[in-house]
C-alpha cells in the first residue's frame, strides 16, 4: 500500500528530490503516507482518491508560488484536518498531537488556519466581494496560510470539469471576484490570470470558447508581425550598447474578454492583444535613464498614443508594480503596447516581492489590510519560524475588524469602532436612535469597543437623538458626518426660533430699531461672529431677553457709545500717562484688527467685491451672518457701509511681515496684435516670475482687444510693478487692476 502511494506521486517526490534535502524528502513521504492512511476511501466528484487534490495543491504551492518543505506538507494534510474538523471528530486531538509530534506547530498551525478560512459561507453578492476578502486575509495569522489557500483554489478551477455542474458557476463566481483579487494584491499576475482565465471559462463559455479560436487562428500572423515591428527597435538598442532581451505576451483570455465588453468591439477591435516587454540589464543607479533612454528609440520610430502613456517607474504602483508603458501605432491600423523595465523590477513584477520599497522610509499607521499583504511579499522566500515570529504577531494588525449583523451580514469597520459606529455603519437612522447595543448575549452602552468576530445587535428608543458628545464615541467618517450634519440642523432650526422669538419682541417693545440693525449691535456687545449665535443663545434661553431689551434701549439713547467712549478715552488716557513716563513713542492703533497670513480663519475673510490683498488700505465691516469681512478703503461699498453703519465699521491693518499668496485680476485694453497674449504671459511669469492662473483675449472688431490676466501676488508692490511693466509693451492702451 505504500509504495502504490508513492509510486502515484513518483513525479512530484521526484521534483521535491531535486530541489530539497534528503530529510524534506523523508518527511513529504511520510506525509504522502499518512494522509492515504486517514483519508482512505474519501473520493473525488469523478472517482480518485481525495490525495490527488492535496498532492496537486502541494505541487502548485512548490513549484509554481515557491514556498518551502512546512508549506509543502500542510497542503498534502489539510485535507485531513479539514475534514476532522468539519465532521467534529473526537480524534481531532489526538491528529493534532500527531501531527505536532511528526512534522512540528508550523505544520499543524497552517492546517488548522486552513479549515477555519474553509468554513467561511461567502454570499455570492458583489457588495461583500471586498470585505469577504479582507476577512480571509484577516483569519491567515501565518502568511503562508493565504498563499496555500491560492494554490488550493487555483487547483480546484483546474479540475472543476469534474465537479457537479451547479458548482461550476459558484466556484467560478468566487474564483474571480475573490482568490484572483487577493493574488493580484499579492503581486502574483500569473495566478491571478489562470483564475479569471478558468472563471471566464465556466461563467461566459461562449465567449471564451470564440475568444481562445481567434487567438489560435491569429497566432502565426501575430509572431510574423512582432518580429517585423522588432527589426528596427533592436538595431536602435545594439547600436546603443544597451543590453536587454525582449519577451512579448499575449493578453490574457479574460482581459481581452474585458476590453471587448468595456469598448464594445468584436476580438478584431482590441488593438492590443499582445505586448512586447523590452527587459533591461542594467546597474540600480542607471535604472530610471537607461528605461527612458530604450523609451525615446521606440518612440523616434513608431508614433506613441499619449493617452495610452504610463510612467510607474518615477511613481510606482501601490503594489511596488514598476515600468513604462506606452502603446505606439505601427502603421495599417495596428498598435502595439511596449513594456520598458529592467530584470530587477521584472522579478518585482513577475513575483510580487516589491512591498518594502513602497513603505522603506515612511512612516505609517496601523497595518492595513492591504498593507499586510504587501508586507507578506517580502516572506515568499524567507518562510523559517524566527523570521515570521520576528516579522509577524500572533494575529496580523489588520488596522479593520468584521462584525456581523444577527443575520449573518458582514460589515467592516476599523480597529477601535463602536457599537454607535456600527450602528450607523448599517443606516444614518439606525445610528440617530441607538441607546445601545447586545454582543454576545449582553447589553453593552453604545461606546462598547467591537472585537473581530463580534455579533451585534443594536438596541434602539425612538426618542434618542444624536449628542454633540457622540462625537467623541465614534471613529469612522460616516458616523461623525452624520452626527455633525444633525447638530447643525438642529442648530438652524434654534437660529429659526431664536430669530422669531427676537422679532416678535421687537415688535412688542415698538423699539425703531430693525432686526438686522438689532442683531450687529447685539454681536457687537456680545463679542460673538454672527447673528445666527444671538439667534441660538436666545432660543437656548441663555441670553435673558430683559437684558436684551435694556442693551437696545441704551445703545438707541447713544447711552451705551457715551459710556464706551468715555471707558475708552479713560483707558488710552491711562496708556499715554504710562508711555509718557516710560518716555515711549506713540505706538498704531492697538484697537486695529490685524490682517497677517491666517486670512481663511474664522475671525475675518476678505470680502469678493474689492479683493483687497496686503499693502492695501482696508478696514473690516462686521456682517449679521458671516462674521467680519476686510474691505479696500477705495472699495466702490465703502462709502455706503461707513455712511448707514458706522457702528459695524473698525479699523484694519495688515501685519507688517504677513506673507501670503493674493490672486488679483488686471483688465487690459491693447491693439489686436497677434502674439500679444504670449508677450504678456512671458513678461509675468518671466520677468516678474508670477504665478500665471488665467489670461484671455477677445478682439472687438475695431482694431483693438480687451483681456484679462489672473495672476498672483505676495502684495500691492508687485501688482504696482506689473502695471508698470505691461504698460511699457507695445500696443498696450490701457492697464488697470480689477475690483
Not at 474585458?258 to 540589464?281: E, P, S, T
Not at 450602528?423 to 444614518?428: K, L, S, V, W
Not at 444624536?466 to 440642523?489: F, G, H, N
Request: charged share 30%.
Amino acid at each position: 500500500m505504500i509504495d502504490n502511494v508513492l509510486d502515484r506521486y513518483s513525479d512530484f517526490r521526484a521534483y521535491v528530490a531535486s530541489h530539497f534535502s534528503t530529510t524534506t524528502q523523508s518527511l513529504v513521504d511520510s506525509a504522502l503516507v499518512y494522509a492515504n492512511e486517514h483519508l482512505g476511501d474519501a473520493q473525488r466528484y469523478d472517482g480518485t482518491p481525495m490525495l490527488d487534490h492535496s498532492v496537486g495543491v502541494a505541487r502548485i504551492v512548490v513549484e509554481e508560488v515557491g514556498l518551502g518543505r512546512n508549506s509543502t506538507i500542510a497542503a498534502i494534510l489539510h485535507d485531513v484536518v479539514r475534514i476532522a474538523v468539519q465532521e467534529h471528530s473526537e480524534a481531532l486531538d489526538s491528529l493534532s498531537a500527531d501531527l505536532r509530534n511528526s512534522y512540528g506547530e508550523e505544520v499543524l498551525g497552517i492546517t488548522l488556519a486552513l479549515s477555519k478560512i474553509s468554513d467561511i459561507k461567502l454570499k455570492v453578492s458583489k457588495e461583500q466581494a471586498s470585505d469577504f476578502r479582507d476577512m480571509i486575509v484577516s483569519y491567515s495569522e501565518d502568511p503562508r496560510v493565504i498563499l496555500i489557500k491560492l494554490a488550493d483554489r487555483l487547483e480546484v478551477m483546474r479540475t472543476l470539469h469534474i465537479f457537479p455542474p451547479k458548482k461550476h458557476r459558484t466556484k467560478s463566481w468566487e474564483s474571480l471576484n475573490l482568490y484572483a483579487q487577493i493574488a493580484h494584491k499579492l503581486g502574483l499576475y500569473n495566478i491571478k490570470s489562470e483564475l479569471e482565465d478558468l472563471s471566464l471559462k465556466y461563467l461566459e463559455p461562449e465567449a471564451y470558447s470564440h475568444i481562445v479560436q481567434e487567438l489560435k487562428e491569429s497566432e502565426e500572423e501575430r509572431m510574423a508581425f512582432i518580429e517585423e515591428f522588432l527589426k528596427p527597435v533592436r538595431k536602435l538598442l545594439d547600436d546603443d550598447g544597451i543590453h536587454y532581451h525582449i519577451k512579448s505576451r499575449t493578453k490574457s483570455v479574460f482581459s481581452i474578454f474585458q476590453k471587448m465588453r468595456k469598448q464594445r468591439v468584436d476580438f478584431k477591435g482590441v488593438y492590443d492583444i499582445f505586448a512586447l516587454r523590452i527587459i533591461i540589464d542594467c546597474p540600480p543607479e542607471r535604472e530610471k535613464a537607461q528605461c527612458w533612454t530604450v523609451y525615446s528609440h521606440v518612440t523616434s520610430l513608431y508614433t506613441p498614443n499619449p493617452e495610452r502613456m504610463r510612467d510607474w517607474i518615477s511613481i510606482p504602483k501601490s503594489n511596488g508594480y514598476e515600468s513604462l508603458h506606452t502603446t505606439v501605432t505601427a502603421g495599417g491600423g495596428r498598435w502595439v503596447e511596449v513594456q520598458i523595465r529592467t530584470e530587477r523590477m521584472d522579478e518585482v513584477a513577475e513575483r510580487g516581492i516589491a512591498a518594502h520599497w513602497r513603505y522603506k522610509g515612511v512612516k505609517q499607521g496601523g497595518m492595513g489590510a492591504e498593507e499586510w499583504l504587501q508586507r507578506l511579499r517580502e516572506l515568499l522566500e524567507d518562510t523559517t519560524s524566527e523570521s515570521i515570529a520576528r516579522r509577524f504577531e500572533a494575529k496580523p494588525a489588520t488596522g479593520e475588524i468584521f462584525v456581523f449583523t444577527p443575520s449573518g451580514d458582514i460589515r467592516k469597520l476599523p480597529e477601535g469602532a463602536t457599537v454607535l459606529d456600527f450602528a450607523f455603519d448599517i443606516h444614518t437612522s439606525l445610528g440617530a436612535i441607538c441607546v445601545g447595543g447586545k454582543v454576545g448575549g449582553r447589553v453593552v452602552p453604545i461606546k462598547e469597543p467591537l472585537k473581530n468576530g463580534d455579533i451585534c445587535e443594536v438596541i434602539t428608543r425612538r426618542d434618542q437623538t444624536p449628542k454633540a458628545d457622540w462625537l467623541s464615541i465614534c471613529v469612522t467618517q460616516k458616523a461623525r458626518t452624520r452626527i455633525r450634519s444633525y447638530l447643525r440642523e438642529q442648530r438652524q432650526k434654534h437660529a429659526r426660533l431664536g430669530r422669531e422669538e427676537l422679532e416678535r419682541k421687537l415688535k412688542n417693545w415698538k423699539l425703531e430699531i430693525g432686526i438686522d440693525e438689532a442683531v450687529a449691535y447685539l454681536c457687537k456687545y456680545l463679542k460673538v461672529r454672527t447673528g445666527s449665535e444671538v439667534y441660538v443663545l436666545i432660543a437656548d434661553q441663555k441670553l435673558d431677553i430683559i437684558e436684551i431689551k435694556d442693551v437696545l434701549i441704551r445703545h438707541l439713547s447713544g447711552e451705551a457709545d457715551e459710556e464706551r467712549r468715555a471707558a475708552a478715552a479713560e483707558i488710552e488716557e491711562r496708556k499715554l500717562r504710562l508711555r509718557e513716563e516710560r518716555g515711549e513713542q506713540q505706538p498704531r492703533s492697538s484697537d486695529a484688527l490685524i490682517i497677517d497670513e491666517r486670512i481663511n480663519n474664522i475671525e475675518y475673510k476678505l470680502a469678493k467685491c474689492c479683493n483687497p490683498i496686503k499693502g492695501d488700505d482696508i478696514f473690516g465691516f462686521i456682517t449679521i451672518n458671516a462674521g467680519i469681512t476686510i474691505h479696500r478703503s477705495d472699495c466702490p461699498n465703502a462709502r455706503r457701509m461707513k455712511e448707514r453703519y458706522p457702528y459695524r465699521v473698525m479699523e484694519a491693518r495688515w501685519r507688517d511681515n504677513a506673507s501670503g499668496a493674493f490672486r488679483i485680476t488686471v483688465a487690459i485694453t491693447s491693439a489686436d496684435i497677434p502674439g500679444m497674449a504670449t508677450t504678456i504671459m512671458d513678461v509675468a511669469s518671466k520677468e516678474l516670475k508670477l504665478a500665471v492662473r488665467s489670461i484671455s483675449f477677445t478682439p472687438r472688431g475695431d482694431g483693438t482687444a480687451s483681456g484679462e490676466l489672473s495672476v498672483e501676488v505676495s502684495g500691492s508692490g508687485i501688482v504696482d510693478m506689473l502695471l508698470h511693466s505691461l504698460r511699457r509693451i507695445k500696443g498696450i492702451k490701457n492697464v488697470y487692476r480689477k475690483n
